[in-house]
């Protein structure tokens, strides 16, 4: 059982690392393998959102995590996403999301909405925690002194756990999928 964490930070050990590393820790406590990759690069490649593909179709759940810039997620994590999603989302259903977002002060509500539009249109349910997943700081020092950030951070890896290891266990059989249906409204 594993969880990839994206960071999409150009900041690569700053707040959102942070809080994906509470994450990170909570759910290795619980017995889930995770690990963080790095995806807001300048100048990635082809390689780069391929690898990423292969380990996010290779892990039991997906924590997208970005920084709050203009009331949306970093610019350069998006693009990523973009790539990453048109080739992944098809193979992605029924895995677990969950979206995490650090701010200095506003903007986090619309960045979490936006993040986690890449795991409904996947069919991916949604980890929720306690709260919605955000931490406030300017430095992870800062981050580090929100503290219910960090345990709403917390909580979501224990709940994402417990659902990963419920579905692990169960015997129930995955609903039927259908072919997706497109409509096009131009005429």
């Known amino acids: 059982m594993n969880v990839l964490l994206l960071n999409g930070s ?3 050990k700053g707040c959102t690392y942070t809080a994906l590393k509470e994450v990170k ?3 290795e406590q619980e017995g889930i393998e995770a690990q963080i990759v790095n995806i807001a690069i300048e100048n990635f490649t082809k390689e ?5 593909a292969e380990l996010c179709v290779n892990a039991d759940g997906l924590v997208i995590g ?3 810039w203009y009331a949306s997620s970093c610019g350069l994590s998006n693009y990523f996403l973009d790539l990453l999603f048109s080739r992944i ?7 677990f999301g969950a ?6 002060r506003g903007g986090a509500s619309s960045t979490f909405d936006q993040l986690n539009k ?3 249109i996947s069919q991916m349910p949604i980890v929720s925690s306690n709260y919605w997943n955000q931490v406030h700081g ?39 999928s259908e072919a997706k249906i497109k409509t096009n409204f131009i005429r």
Do not use: H, W
């Open 10 to 12: 150009p900041n690569a």
């Open 25 to 27: 820790d909570t759910l």
């Open 48 to 52: 780069d959102v391929e690898r990423v």
């Open 66 to 68: 970005s920084p709050v």
């Open 89 to 95: 989302g098809s193979k992605m259903r029924l895995k």
């Open 99 to 104: 979206s995490v977002v650090s701010c200095r």
């Open 118 to 120: 890449y795991f409904t």
């Open 138 to 176: 300017n430095t992870p020092d800062e981050v580090k002194k929100d503290l219910e950030g960090l345990q709403t951070m917390r909580i979501l890896a224990r709940n994402m756990a417990y659902l990963i290891k419920a579905v692990k266990s169960s015997n129930v059989a995955l609903p039927d």
